[in-house]
């Protein structure tokens, strides 16, 4: 295997190193140098991202830090487990928690094997125990807690509105000044325009998913970008047609124009109720699998996450703990089967 050299992998596996001496609290050292040496011989055989892997995960070892994942592989559970209090947690609260409280769904989140945090600068939920959080105005003090999951060896994923009806207004009003306090961490972030926004019930039209997709790629180039939809959804083309959607209701069109060419990785939703509680769900996820998982029937392939699944029945009592891992593992068999992979966003296998 013969890979070509690419500054763009080197500078980016420099700043994964330069993250980890601040996660250590140590500064910079010539050591630096050697770490991007060895990780751009290794690329040579074993390609750029299998070497980033091994020499970021060796000097994390050497540092004394523990093991740090991919940003692209999502292993995160963000409504599916409880807090020692007995707390849902449900990550887009982490802005309304204690200190204490934060430290001890981090820890928790670390000892299950997971590797990234929900953020979201607007946290509310009909019934939470847990005070909401309104800081889409306050971008500095968001942007502390970004700092705090990246420090503590997360990778955020942050959904930059609710997705409810009227907050496609906060690409103007609110997300340039969220943007510019979070470019120190962009390498680190995967960006998401809102919440369940596309689809019959969603709080946005086709037309501004669209104009979403392509600023947060001009506010934040170097963030990851995820696109989160309606219930069973695949696709951000308008399904009734709206007569101003870009695609004119062209399904696998939309991720090769308009902003969805531009999104690294679909966070898909499972249905919810009788669905995620028996097997009736799979059906759709095996048409994703055959459609964006491998690129099949006219569609791009698409990085998939089986990202939304129990979250709302494990929220309101309708299943508990166990439920996320079982269906997580139903998921990851089906995509196996086509010789294809996916990753988590409601708990691991």
Wanted: net charge negative; charged share 20%.
């Amino acid at each position: 295997m013969d890979h070509q050299y690419d500054e763009a992998q080197i500078v980016a596996f420099q700043q994964d190193v330069i993250a980890a001496y601040a996660e250590a609290g140590r500064q910079t050292d010539l050591n630096n140098v050697v770490w991007s040496a060895r990780c751009t011989w290794d690329a040579r055989d074993i390609g750029w991202e299998a070497s980033r892997i091994k020499h970021l995960a060796e000097l994390r070892a050497e540092l004394g830090l523990r093991p740090r994942g991919l940003r692209s592989d999502i292993r995160a559970n963000f409504c599916g487990a409880k807090d020692g209090q007995g707390r849902v947690m449900f990550d887009v609260f982490y802005i309304s928690l204690s200190d204490a409280d934060r430290e001890d769904w981090r820890k928790q989140k670390a000892s299950a094997g997971l590797t990234h945090i929900l953020l979201c600068p607007n946290a509310g939920y009909p019934g939470s125990p847990i005070p909401s959080r309104d800081l889409r105005g306050q971008p500095a003090i968001f942007a502390g807690y970004v700092e705090e999951v990246v420090n503590a060896g997360f990778f955020p994923i942050i959904f930059m509105t609710t997705g409810d009806t009227g907050t496609a207004a906060d690409m103007d009003i609110y997300w340039p000044n969220l943007a510019a306090v979070l470019q120190p961490y962009q390498e680190s972030l995967i960006v998401v325009p809102g919440f369940e926004v596309v689809g019959p019930g969603g709080g946005w039209t086709s037309k501004e998913l669209s104009d979403s997709l392509q600023l947060l790629k001009q506010l934040l180039p170097n963030a990851m970008l995820g696109v989160h939809l309606q219930p069973e959804r695949a696709s951000g083309a308008s399904n009734p047609l709206e007569s101003d959607d870009p695609w004119q209701g062209d399904e696998p069109g939309f991720w090769r124009s308009h902003g969805g060419e531009l999104v690294d990785v679909f966070l898909y939703q499972t249905g919810h109720g009788s669905s995620i509680l028996s097997d009736a769900w799979q059906e759709r996820w095996i048409e994703v699998r055959d459609r964006l998982g491998v690129g099949g029937h006219t569609w791009k392939k698409v990085p998939c996450s089986f990202f939304e699944t129990v979250a709302y029945d494990f929220y309101h009592g309708n299943c508990n703990e166990s439920r996320a891992p079982i269906v997580s593992g139903q998921a990851r068999d089906l995509f196996e089967q086509s010789e294809t992979s996916c990753t988590f966003g409601n708990g691991l296998p």
